[in-house]
């Protein structure tokens, strides 16, 4: 059974970093692309950042192109989420899965990120 435990989320200042772990067990990250989603109060979940399995590629949405960065620990079996000069608009909960377009396993719990002066 997989099992996604994203971790990391918190209250930061507009400006700040945060780095955001995926814990994950059942799947082998570093057979699979792997991914970040984002999901804010009233709006649909979104992809914002994807590894391909080969970590050569990467993609990330425009709105954190330049400030997120995606990467992966095989050996820890961990995904990770750098986040860079945090706006108020990142607000939002973050999930982690496998897939480069979208999600091919069920959800986590997510981890909350706010964005506040």
């Known amino acids: 059974q997989v099992q996604l435990v994203e971790s990391g989320g918190g209250l930061v200042q507009p400006g700040g970093s945060l780095r955001l772990s995926c814990a994950a067990s059942?799947?082998?990250?570093?057979?699979?692309?792997v991914s970040w989603y984002r999901q804010a109060p009233g709006k649909e979940r979104e992809l914002i950042a994807a590894?391909?399995?080969?970590?050569?590629?990467?993609k990330y949405a425009d709105s954190v192109k330049g400030r997120f960065t995606i990467s992966r620990d095989n050996a820890k079996n961990t995904v990770y989420l750098q986040m860079n000069s945090l706006k108020l608009e990142d607000t939002a909960a973050y999930y982690c899965n496998g897939g480069w377009n979208w999600g091919i396993y069920g959800w986590g719990q997510g981890t909350q990120v706010i964005v506040s002066s």
């Open positions: 590894m391909a399995r080969d970590s050569r590629s990467t």
């Open positions: 059942g799947f082998t990250v570093s057979s699979y692309a």
